[in-house]
């Protein structure tokens, strides 16, 4: 069992985040960068704390620095400036594996609208002092290899989604990389969005910057201080190469929508 320190004194509520609605939810949250020195000790410690499995091979090389990091963005579908994003985007090609971060406990594997085929795992031996329990969500799967049968659905309805416990072991394979469910990229772009989240009994959520946890660092999107359109073509002309490596010139060509 590990604790860490207790995070409600530490945490805001999370910008706007597109889950069909652009609406406020009191019940996510984000570390609060007003309490910066808090949240780098509490990162620190769960990442000297816990060992992980990459979730993808070489999963760092995958992740666009335009709009693939936790945190402020330019949305790439919209164009609208300050979008918050709540995981790390990795691409990839169709069906690259995708890999279990830690031991966990499956509690959902389906479909959702807007995250597509996915995969949620919670990890109880990982808990603040104040109840929250770390969970780790892979999304955008082009298929997945853990399910719950319709039977065992039937039996964690009843029981309240406590029983029966699959237990899915530290880099086991989830699915693979796809484009299911709404991505914001653009059609062709396939990738799996990885989320941390610290989740309580009450249905409270924090997002969590997965790669502070993974790699001890922190990342910023390169467009999260654009605010106006022509600065957004200026990314594309000073980094025209980057953009093409990872495949993200329809994006400059996209109307906003």
């Known amino acids: 069992m590990i604790i860490l320190p207790a995070i409600s004194e530490h945490i805001r509520v999370a910008p706007a985040l597109?889950?069909?609605?652009?609406?406020?939810?009191?019940?996510?949250s984000i570390p609060d960068n007003g309490t910066s020195d808090f949240w780098n000790a509490w990162y620190a410690d769960m990442h000297q704390a816990i060992t992980f499995h990459d979730p993808v091979k070489n999963f760092l090389e995958h992740i666009n620095p335009f709009f693939g990091y936790f945190g402020e963005r330019i949305h790439p579908e919209r164009k609208s400036p300050y979008a918050f994003h709540s995981g790390v985007d990795i691409a990839g090609k169709n069906k690259?594996?995708?890999y279990a971060m830690l031991?966990?406990?499956l509690e959902y594997s389906g479909y959702g609208l807007v995250n597509g085929k996915y995969i949620?795992?919670?990890h109880p031996h990982i808990i603040t002092q104040d109840g929250y329990v770390l969970h780790t969500l892979y999304i955008h799967l082009?298929?997945?290899?853990?399910?719950?049968s319709a039977y065992q659905k039937m039996l964690r309805e009843i029981s309240l989604h406590t029983y029966p416990r699959i237990s899915?072991?530290?880099?086991a394979e989830l699915g693979?990389?796809?484009k299911t469910g709404a991505s914001s990229y653009p059609e062709e772009y396939t990738h799996v969005h990885i989320q941390c989240e610290l989740r309580n009994k009450e249905g409270h959520i924090v997002f969590l910057d997965p790669l502070r946890i993974l790699t001890g660092k922190e990342y910023r999107n390169l467009t999260a201080d654009t605010q106006h359109p022509e600065d957004f073509q200026d990314i594309y002309h000073t980094h025209r190469d980057r953009i093409h490596e990872h495949k993200l010139e329809?994006?400059?060509?996209m109307p906003a929508s």
């Open 176 to 178: 693979g990389m796809g």
């Open 120 to 122: 949620m795992l919670s």
């Open 103 to 105: 031991p966990g406990i």
């Open 168 to 171: 899915v072991p530290a880099g």
């Open 18 to 28: 597109f889950d069909g609605s652009y609406t406020k939810d009191a019940t996510r």
């Open 250 to 253: 329809a994006i400059w060509d």
């Open 142 to 148: 082009s298929h997945m290899r853990f399910a719950f």
């Open 96 to 98: 690259t594996s995708v």
